[in-house]
């Protein structure tokens, strides 16, 4: 009955389709029987037969770190996922993601920073780009990297297709690293999968009062690797790379010594959001004097500003 089904169907639209993409340069079609195709893909349960791929079929093989997180992210998160993925990158191993707005695209971003580049697992055909607001980060990912999809072209956005993809980002690498997580976020799902696999999952700690912590804690809680350095990951996965670049969450950003006045308000907020109240409290400034303090260090990239009027530092 299933085969009269497909023999029934006319396919012959979608399969020229298929032949034009991969006519055009840097695309390729990679197929169970192909040599590009992903040998890790291969011990997960479920390997798609074949992979559409815009970018550099040779990346599918090589050695891996997933990095995931939350749409939502804070600024330190996102900070923390750049550099993160720049020094693993630069360590060689290839940030494997899913091209989504936040984390994603941050570990995206520093992964082609590196030499080991980075691929996208999208959930739409490759033929298409979701979020469109990162149709510009996934032009340099098809030109640095690749991008990699297993629907058929024009697949629109649908939503069970995003969790489907997770199980391919999570097999494709040798550890998931989880930057921020909600408790409910599709993140959790990823690092469950990969520990499945038996995968190393690991998971950046932050502020106890953060909603985006609450996952990663979470993770940790069952067993995952904390870890504060990406040379943290890096010893972990046995992976010796003399001179590899360690990214700690507080030498994220470069930058000349605070004056008198930044060091007093940076010692005042710690590294938790705090208000402008709390902040002329503690810092014994007038709102006046503190605002402009705020401006400096924000523009100097010390201290983003949050909603609901608070602000984070960022080193």
């Not at 939350?70 to 990158?89: D, H, I």
């Not at 629907?151 to 995003?162: E, K, R």
């Not at 999952?201 to 809680?221: D, E, R, T, Y």
Request: one cysteine or more; charged letters at 20%; glycine letters at 10%.
């Amino acid at each position: 009955m299933l085969a009269a089904k497909l023999f029934d169907t006319d396919n012959r639209s979608a399969i020229d389709a298929g032949l034009a993409w991969v006519e055009e340069p840097g695309n390729a079609i990679v197929t169970l029987a192909d040599a590009h195709y992903p040998q890790a893909l291969l011990q997960s349960a479920d390997p798609p037969l074949l992979l559409y791929v815009k970018g550099r079929t040779e990346l599918l093989n090589r050695p891996a770190l997933a990095m995931v997180g939350s749409r939502n992210a804070t600024a330190q998160g996102l900070a923390n996922a750049e550099a993160f993925a720049r020094a693993l990158s630069e360590a060689g191993l290839l940030i494997v993601s899913g091209l989504a707005l936040g984390i994603d695209a941050a570990a995206h971003r520093g992964g082609l920073e590196g030499v080991g580049g980075t691929l996208a697992f999208i959930g739409t055909g490759a033929d298409r780009i979701y979020p469109a607001r990162n149709a510009p980060l996934a032009r340099r990912i098809a030109e640095g990297g690749a991008i990699v999809s297993e629907f058929p072209l024009g697949t629109p956005s649908v939503a069970h297709n995003f969790p489907k993809r997770n199980r391919l980002i999570a097999g494709l690498a040798q550890g998931v690293l989880v930057v921020e997580a909600a408790p409910a976020s599709g993140s959790l799902i990823t690092a469950r999968l990969a520990g499945e696999l038996g995968r190393e999952v690991f998971a950046i700690p932050g502020s106890i009062h953060s909603p985006m912590s609450k996952g990663c804690h979470q993770l940790i809680k069952q067993g995952a690797k904390l870890v504060e350095s990406a040379q943290d990951v890096l010893d972990e996965l046995r992976w010796a790379v003399p001179g590899a670049r360690s990214a700690a969450p507080q030498t994220l950003v470069a930058g000349t010594p605070p004056a008198p006045g930044e060091e007093r308000v940076l010692a005042a907020m710690g590294f938790d959001p705090a208000d402008v109240d709390t902040l002329c409290t503690r810092s014994n400034l007038t709102p006046d004097a503190l605002f402009a303090i705020l401006l400096e260090l924000e523009l100097d990239g010390r201290v983003a500003r949050l909603p609901g009027g608070r602000f984070q530092r960022l080193q």
